[in-house]
Every structure is written in C-alpha cells, then in structure tokens.
C-alpha cells in the first residue's frame, strides 16, 4: 500500500480516553508497518499541562495496552513516540489558535512536512464547531500549500435539527470534501467486505432482491453495561449511540446498488441512496415498528448484575433505552415489500455484530415433514467478533429417507493467519492520510439518517405513554420485540448459547 504524503497529525482532547486507548495505539501499528509518511508528527492539544516526556510515558502505556499487535518492539516504540509533541491551550480561546499556528509552521519547517495538517476531534461534541471555526478565523482551515483536514468523531448532533446546524457549522469554517466524519463501524474488515462479496461474486449479486430475499436481520449486542458513563449514556440511548449512525451505515452497505466505480463518491451516492429510500415511520406506527427496552438487575453467570436504573449517574426513573429493535422498508425497485430487521442493546449475552440474509424457502416444499426449518438458506456476515461469513443450507442426514439437517459453510479472517486484521481506526486514520473518505460519513448521509429517526425520537420524548420494556440482564432483550419479527418463522436469530459453566458459545 502506498505511504501517505508527509503530514502533521493533531489530535484535539489529547489527554482523553480515545487517544490513549485507540488513537495512539492504531497510529503506532501504522508505524509498525512502515505505513506513515517519511517525516510526520502527532501533536496532541488538551487543557491539561503535560510535559512532552509525561505525555509521551503515558502513550508508551496506551500502546502496550491495547495495541492488537502481539509482538511490540521496544525500540520501535521508543522511535515512536519521538514524534509525539504535546501541546497545551484553551480549546475556547480563538487567540490560542495562533499560538498553536505558529508552532505548526516551525514544526513544519524543521521537519518538512508539507504544511499538510490532519485535523482529529477527540473531545466533547459540543466543542466540534467552535474548533472549526477557531481553527478557521487563525487561517488553518486551508492552505495554498498542504491540505487541511478535519476527522470528526460521533455523535453528529443529537437529532435532525443539531444534526444540520453541526453540517453547518463545519461547512462554515471547512470544505465538505476536507470533513471526515469517522464511524469506526465502516473500518471494519467485514463491513469493507460486503462490497467485495456483493460485487464480485456472480453468485450473490442476481439473489441480493426482494425476488429472493425473505428478510434482513442487523444485531449488534454488546456483553457489558453502560461502564461509568451513566451521565453521557442518559443524554444518548440506543438510538443515537448505535442505531442512528452504526447500524444504519451497515444498512447502506448491505442494501446498496452497485456503484459505477470504487470512487469514494461513487460509493457515498449509492448509500445515500439506501438512506434515502428508508420509508418513513409514521407517528402512529412508532409502537408497531419500534420496541426499546432497559436491562435490569440479573445473575448472570452466578455474579449480580446492577439494572440500569441502579448505574451510576442514572436517574432511578430514567427512560433512556439500553435497547431498541426496528422494523422497517426500503421504498425502492431492488427492495420494494421486503422487512429488515435492527436490534442493538447492552447487557446482552454476548458481544456479536452481523448481518443476516434470510432467503425465501423453496416454492415447493418437498420435504416439509422433515425439514428443521422454515427459512434454512441464510447468509451470515460476522463483523465482530471472530470476524467471517457462514452461509447455512440444508442436506441429507445420513441412512434411510430424507431427513434435512441444516449444516454451515464458513470463513473466518482468522485462518488468513500470515495477514494482518488492520483495527478500525488503523484503516480508517490511513485512509485519512491519503485522503480516501470512502468510509467516512457525509453530511447529507448523516441528515437522512436523522431524518428517519426524527419520528421515533419526537414520540419517545412527547408520549410519555410509550412503553419502555425491561429485560433480565444477560437474556436477549424484551419478549415484546419477538413480536417486530413475527412474520419470520425463524423469528431473532440467536447466535450465541449460554452453555453451563463453559461461558458462551457463538456460531461461526
């Protein structure tokens, strides 16, 4: 792959969570790689005063903590962080931007790089448009010279109308072209390869209809609680932090056409499109389409865990969402009638992200006596984890008649053991560099996606007679939401079985 031009790295909120324990760590397996430029810099800003030897120790533990490389190099890591710089300013304060200017150009002249400047926001989303603006008044948004760009983290806005007045903000002070807005989903190798398994298998593409396809089913379940972060989890929910951006991104692939090209625009286009065409969910129908659960207090596992009501900085009559399954359409020609399926909640029984094709059953059935199941042909898309696909289909058991059994076939990255699994933000940063924003978010693609949301949120917070379903922590979320998907005689697919005493079992 090729190296990126020569380029300064600045990452705002340096002394947060997210730098230490994914930022740094995924530039460092690029250095590993020798997939940086010849001459680049990291320079972290943060509130906080750090020396440049504390800021670089406390990296140095980030790095040996939570890099996915097994075999770190000491040395290696030690040259690393030589190109590690900590700055500290005010975020606030536009004339702070001029000093962090000035340093910038010294920099850029001692080492040559290009006045290439890769802006990255890692701090509160309140702050995302008061940096850009800052950084645009001190004439750091766009150069004669090198390229500016802008990597924004999620959330983008909290609804449709913050959604637009954040695009906004950000198109003041940047160009759409320089913004990247990174959602660590599309970074995954498994997202990327629904492309490749779509488009350049003859196989798949003629099934991939409303003519072959029963249903689409999208979980993303995740094992763990809320982790200390009641007073962030209490202003966000299911529904922003995962639905409205994650899940409805993967949608996009999943459902697209194909693009004319592999051209970053190309591909956003037809994605949009998927956005576009989600049909809308009528106020009314809010209850129908849409169940939202909350986990409560449960032995899991022979250990006590709290409900969600009882987390820290948790209003005891909170009705934020730990959970919530949609059901809905895509109004367009490939898709037209065909019911897809998002669920995503936390303390459930295993962390697992898919997406699963559902196929009709055959229009005679010849062995109805003896098949195990209603819809046997399924194609299953692992993202995470133990990343793969497995397509299921049916076949004889052996010996007398015709006894159907429902057998798999599967791939899974982990037996391409002489490659190497990039991380999310190690793809997602590269393509950064090299200015590839094919999966990055747009900023009309986030608006859709608010859009077909807005209905959803504007019954939650004006009903107070919208029910908010409980779930035993550990169990796979409300009963009710049994009841989205009743048209499938396979009803959720459960991935994962608890087994007595030997923790988890997940297909694939």
């Not at 779509?198 to 991939?208: Q, V």
């Not at 029963?214 to 995740?222: K, L, N, Q, W």
């Not at 895509?330 to 962390?351: A, E, S």
Request: charged fraction near 25%; hydrophobic fraction near 35%; include cysteine.
């Amino acid at each position: 792959m090729e190296k990126p031009g020569n380029m300064i790295m600045v990452i705002f909120g340096a002394s947060g969570d997210l730098t230490y324990r994914k930022l740094v760590p995924a530039i460092y397996a690029l250095y590993n790689q020798k997939m940086l430029p010849d001459q680049f810099q990291v320079v972290g800003v943060g509130r906080t005063l750090l020396t440049d030897k504390i800021f670089r120790e406390k990296m140095v533990g980030g790095i040996r903590g939570f890099s996915e490389n097994n075999h770190l190099n000491e040395q290696q890591i030690f040259e690393f962080i030589s190109h590690l710089t900590y700055f500290q300013m005010d975020q606030n304060a536009g004339e702070e931007y001029l000093r962090l200017k000035d340093m910038l150009h010294q920099m850029d002249e001692k080492e040559g790089t290009g006045s290439n400047y890769l802006f990255y926001l890692s701090l509160l989303p309140s702050m995302f448009g008061v940096i850009a603006e800052h950084l645009s008044q001190a004439g750091l948004s766009h150069s004669s010279g090198g390229y500016r760009r802008l990597i924004v983290e999620k959330p983008f806005g909290y609804d449709l109308e913050s959604g637009l007045a954040l695009n906004r903000q950000l198109h003041e002070a940047f160009d759409e072209s320089q913004i990247y807005r990174i959602d660590h989903y599309l970074g995954k190798e498994t997202v990327q390869n629904l492309l490749v398994m779509r488009f350049s298998n003859g196989i798949f593409e003629p099934l991939w209809n409303r003519n072959f396809v029963h249903h689409v089913e999208i979980t993303s379940a995740e094992s763990i609680g809320i982790e200390d972060r009641g007073a962030y989890y209490e202003g966000s929910g299911a529904l922003r932090d995962m639905l409205q951006n994650h899940l409805l991104q993967v949608v996009g692939f999943a459902a697209m056409e194909p693009p004319s090209s592999m051209d970053a625009d190309a591909i956003r286009n037809e994605t949009l499109k998927v956005l576009q065409s989600l049909k809308p969910i009528r106020e009314e129908d809010v209850p129908l389409q849409v169940i939202r659960g909350q986990y409560m207090t449960s032995h899991v596992r022979g250990e006590m865990m709290p409900g969600y009501r009882e987390e820290k900085g948790v209003s005891p009559d909170s009705r934020t969402e730990t959970y919530v399954a949609v059901k809905f359409f895509i109004d367009n020609w490939r898709w037209g009638g065909v019911p897809f399926y998002i669920r995503t909640g936390k303390r459930l029984p295993t962390r697992v992200t898919e997406v699963v094709v559902h196929f009709k059953p055959t229009p005679h059935g010849l062995f109805q006596e003896n098949e195990v199941c209603g819809l046997c042909n399924q194609l299953i898309i692992r993202i995470q984890p133990d990343e793969g696909i497995l397509l299921k289909f049916g076949m004889k058991e052996p010996g007398a008649g015709f006894n159907v059994k429902t057998v798999n076939m599967d791939f899974h990255y982990s037996e391409l053991s002489d490659l190497h699994l990039p991380s999310a933000y190690e793809r997602l940063l590269y393509d950064a560099m090299t200015g590839d924003s094919t999966l990055y978010a747009r900023a009309d693609a986030v608006e859709a996606a608010w859009k077909f949301v807005a209905p959803i949120q504007k019954v939650w917070a004006e009903d107070l007679t919208q029910k908010i379903y409980g779930y035993p922590a550990g169990t796979w979320g409300p009963e009710n939401a049994d009841d989205l998907i009743e048209d499938s005689p396979s009803g959720w697919r459960y991935p994962c079985k608890n087994l007595a005493g030997d923790g988890t079992y997940c297909e694939l």
